[in-house]
């Protein structure tokens, strides 16, 4: 049985999408999962092109248990192809999601972030990264629960053992 590929992605690959890969890797290796689902993370922008990500960012993760491993990459066309989940952070870049080339054939797997999310206070992951170690928080507590919730949709949907 092929493996679950989900993608997360945000503007930079430095800050949010890293952190999401990361908290849903430490969650399904956590389910036991880890033999159904393939996840990664990418930007829309070519800026931190194999880059570590933000050093708030894995400081923040670690403070909260999990481990980033992970270089910066920009989206491509055939990630819509090679990804059953593409996860936008927030509408900006699931706008550029929907601009590639072959987006329309692949609309109905790229979701926002928040949409999985039980008691959103926004459809939108906001970008720590003008912000301070608390902006840090807050975007690994609003991604935490929304990657539970979409944990639990892919036990219900998608993911057999």
Do not use: W
Not at 56 to 62: C, D, E, G, Q
Not at 108 to 116: A, E, G, N, Q, Y
Request: aromatic fraction near 8%.
């Amino acid at each position: 049985m092929p493996k679950t590929r989900i993608l997360f992605v945000c503007l930079g690959n430095i800050c949010r999408s890293p952190l999401a890969e990361a908290i849903f890797k430490h969650k399904i290796r956590a389910k036991k999962l880890a033999h159904l689902v393939e996840a990664d993370s990418c930007g829309t922008a070519n800026y931190h092109v194999g880059d570590t990500p933000d050093p708030r960012t894995i400081k923040n993760a670690l403070k909260n248990g999990v481990v980033i491993d992970h270089l910066g990459r920009q989206l491509s066309a055939r990630d819509l192809e090679a990804y059953d989940f593409i996860i936008a952070m927030d509408r900006s870049n699931h706008t550029n999601i929907l601009r590639l080339s072959n987006a329309t054939d692949h609309a109905h797997k790229i979701r926002l972030m928040r949409s999985f999310d039980i008691n959103p206070s926004g459809d939108e992951v906001p970008d720590p990264y003008y912000g301070d170690e608390e902006g840090f928080q807050n975007v690994f507590e609003i991604l935490s629960h929304s990657i539970d919730s979409f944990i639990e949709f892919l036990e219900k949907e998608h993911l057999k053992s």
